[in-house]
């Protein structure tokens, strides 16, 4: 039933979106180029991604659970500078070590999308070797976030020593948290290495890059790791724009510039974190694919123009960084926090004023999306505990993360939803709120008081919830 929503509508084409942002690199004394024209005309692409749409009606819909595809890709031990990592490639019988294309993989498990990028990826560059290292099962870690955010990135090291001494060139593309760690490799391997084979790396491309030492609990403030704004590479970072960094992601490139980072920054439009793992799988690995080959290719014109370099950097001393923590279940917080007010439209096109419409009240505020899972599992608890409180004392209210009216309607066609849901359509109000991660909860007193957040999926009528939302409503 979930996999439904995980799709958008057959019309809705993705609209990709490239924006520009540069810095020198440390030492450079290069001119960043006049930005006259720099927007992509992605018209070309969309049209030809529909009509193979039609095509690939009659292909089997990929779920994200799917790895059929991945499984059956080639799989060798490679050694790298005496480390002997595991990866998965592309037979590419045309390579002829001018250019490698390297996946640092996430935490989470690989599947059918990471495969047909890498797939599309080979049929445009057939002179290019295109590999793919699971980070964790490579290096025998956990597949658990926390733990990889704190990982020093000493496993790039002998990465890069590698294939820096086997390829012309290189183009490292990781996704998420593995930003940060593969980051700290970078400079370490950038402090030690000499400038002929730092010439090699051609970009660092990161996939809805998270940067932050924590998910907070949710209204809280967040801090980016330190290594962020001591990073000097040439980077191209892709957002979707329904993704959960989707309203911070400036905020990422300013450091990452302030480092000496020169940055192109593309959004996604109506695509969320993942990109190409959870909807429309093939539709979506077909234009991340085509993303990655246009950008390496503007960034390689882009370097040329301004003269950009990678240089020798100082080596960042990352043992005094600030440590990941996990931040869990429902937090009690200090009870002074006034609950901002929410004015938003809900789904029939009706101003919905929260605080005047719900004064006196306690209120249990949810944010969430449709294309989150944990967001659709915990959605009938919420409907049995409404059922079991004072509604003359109580309320839920549900705030949509830029959800389309129409993809609303769709899921509250399927899914009974027993509280109002109100639409934020560009972000504003899940900004306002500090909302990091999805879903993010917040429980208010009948004074307008925040008490408890959460920035997790609950069982709301679980005795220990209910518990807290009579508490509230007293």
């Given at each position: 039933?979930?996999?439904?929503?995980?799709?958008?509508?057959?019309?809705?084409?993705?609209?990709?979106?490239?924006?520009?942002?540069?810095?020198?690199?440390?030492?450079?004394?290069?001119?960043?180029?006049?930005?006259?024209?720099?927007?992509?005309?992605?018209?070309?692409?969309?049209?030809?991604?529909?009509?193979?749409?039609?095509?690939?009606?009659?292909?089997?819909?990929?779920?994200?659970?799917?790895?059929?595809?991945?499984?059956?890709?080639?799989?060798?031990?490679?050694?790298?500078?005496?480390?002997?990592?595991?990866?998965?490639?592309?037979?590419?019988?045309?390579?002829?070590?001018?250019?490698?294309?390297?996946?640092?993989?996430?935490?989470?498990?690989?599947?059918?999308?990471?495969?047909?990028?890498?797939?599309?990826?080979?049929?445009?560059?057939?002179?290019?070797?295109?590999?793919?290292?699971?980070?964790?099962?490579?290096?025998?870690?956990?597949?658990?976030?926390?733990?990889?955010?704190?990982?020093?990135?000493?496993?790039?090291?002998?990465?890069?020593?590698?294939?820096?001494?086997?390829?012309a060139s290189i183009t490292l593309?990781?996704?998420?948290?593995?930003?940060?760690?593969?980051?700290?490799?970078?400079?370490?391997?950038?402090?030690?290495?000499?400038?002929?084979?730092?010439?090699?790396?051609?970009?660092?491309?990161?996939?809805?890059?998270?940067?932050?030492?924590?998910?907070?609990?949710?209204?809280?403030?967040?801090?980016?790791?330190?290594?962020?704004?001591?990073?000097?590479?040439?980077?191209?970072?892709?957002?979707?724009?329904?993704?959960?960094?989707?309203?911070?992601?400036?905020?990422?490139?300013?450091?990452?510039?302030?480092?000496?980072?020169?940055?192109?920054?593309?959004?996604?439009?109506?695509?969320?974190?993942?990109?190409?793992?959870?909807?429309?799988?093939?539709?979506?690995?077909?234009?991340?694919?085509?993303?990655?080959?246009?950008?390496?290719?503007?960034?390689?014109?882009?370097?040329?123009?301004?003269?950009?370099?990678?240089?020798?950097?100082?080596?960042?001393?990352?043992?005094?960084?600030?440590?990941?923590?996990?931040?869990?279940?429902?937090?009690?917080?200090?009870?002074?926090?006034?609950?901002?007010?929410?004015?938003?439209?809900?789904?029939?096109?009706?101003?919905?004023?929260?605080?005047?419409?719900?004064?006196?009240?306690?209120?249990?505020?949810?944010?969430?999306a449709t294309w989150c899972p944990?967001?659709?599992?915990?959605?009938?608890?919420?409907?049995?505990?409404?059922?079991?409180?004072?509604?003359?004392?109580?309320?839920?209210?549900?705030?949509?993360?830029?959800?389309?009216?129409?993809?609303?309607?769709?899921?509250?066609?399927?899914?009974?939803?027993?509280?109002?849901?109100?639409?934020?359509?560009?972000?504003?109000?899940?900004?306002?709120?500090?909302?990091?991660?999805?879903?993010?909860?917040?429980?208010?007193?009948?004074?307008?008081?925040?008490?408890?957040?959460?920035?997790?999926?609950?069982?709301?009528?679980?005795?220990?919830?209910?518990?807290?939302?009579?508490?509230?409503?007293?």
């Amino acid at each position: 039933m979930f996999d439904f929503f995980c799709q958008r509508p057959a019309n809705n084409t993705p609209v990709l979106i490239f924006v520009l942002t540069a810095a020198f690199a440390c030492g450079s004394n290069a001119q960043q180029p006049e930005q006259d024209s720099l927007q992509e005309n992605f018209q070309q692409s969309a049209q030809k991604t529909a009509a193979d749409g039609v095509k690939e009606k009659e292909l089997k819909a990929y779920r994200y659970s799917d790895r059929d595809l991945w499984a059956s890709l080639p799989q060798t031990d490679y050694d790298f500078a005496g480390e002997a990592l595991t990866l998965r490639k592309i037979d590419q019988p045309e390579a002829d070590g001018s250019h490698l294309f390297l996946f640092i993989g996430e935490t989470a498990v690989p599947n059918n999308g990471d495969a047909l990028v890498m797939q599309h990826l080979a049929e445009k560059n057939p002179h290019s070797e295109i590999w793919f290292i699971d980070t964790p099962d490579a290096l025998f870690i956990e597949r658990e976030r926390t733990g990889m955010r704190n990982n020093a990135g000493d496993f790039m090291l002998p990465i890069m020593q590698q294939i820096t001494q086997t390829f012309a060139s290189i183009t490292l593309i990781t996704m998420d948290i593995v930003s940060v760690p593969v980051l700290r490799g970078l400079n370490q391997w950038q402090s030690q290495t000499d400038q002929a084979h730092l010439s090699k790396l051609s970009q660092l491309i990161l996939l809805y890059p998270s940067l932050y030492v924590n998910t907070p609990a949710a209204g809280r403030e967040r801090e980016l790791f330190p290594i962020v704004e001591r990073s000097a590479l040439p980077i191209s970072v892709f957002q979707p724009q329904l993704g959960a960094q989707a309203n911070y992601i400036d905020e990422s490139v300013i450091a990452l510039r302030r480092g000496g980072s020169f940055v192109q920054l593309e959004k996604i439009a109506d695509a969320t974190d993942g990109i190409y793992k959870f909807q429309d799988i093939r539709a979506m690995a077909k234009i991340c694919s085509d993303m990655i080959d246009r950008s390496e290719k503007k960034m390689r014109q882009l370097r040329q123009t301004i003269n950009y370099q990678v240089l020798p950097v100082a080596r960042f001393d990352a043992s005094d960084s600030p440590k990941s923590e996990i931040v869990s279940g429902l937090i009690k917080l200090d009870g002074t926090a006034q609950m901002p007010d929410i004015k938003l439209h809900d789904l029939q096109g009706n101003a919905i004023d929260v605080l005047a419409e719900h004064a006196g009240k306690a209120l249990l505020i949810n944010f969430w999306a449709t294309w989150c899972p944990h967001c659709v599992e915990e959605i009938p608890s919420m409907n049995r505990a409404l059922a079991q409180l004072d509604q003359d004392r109580f309320a839920m209210i549900s705030i949509s993360y830029k959800d389309t009216a129409e993809i609303m309607r769709q899921f509250t066609r399927e899914i009974q939803v027993d509280f109002p849901i109100l639409m934020d359509y560009e972000g504003r109000v899940s900004a306002q709120w500090k909302v990091f991660a999805f879903p993010s909860s917040f429980l208010v007193d009948r004074h307008g008081v925040i008490r408890y957040s959460i920035n997790a999926g609950a069982i709301w009528d679980s005795p220990d919830m209910l518990e807290k939302l009579r508490e509230i409503s007293q």
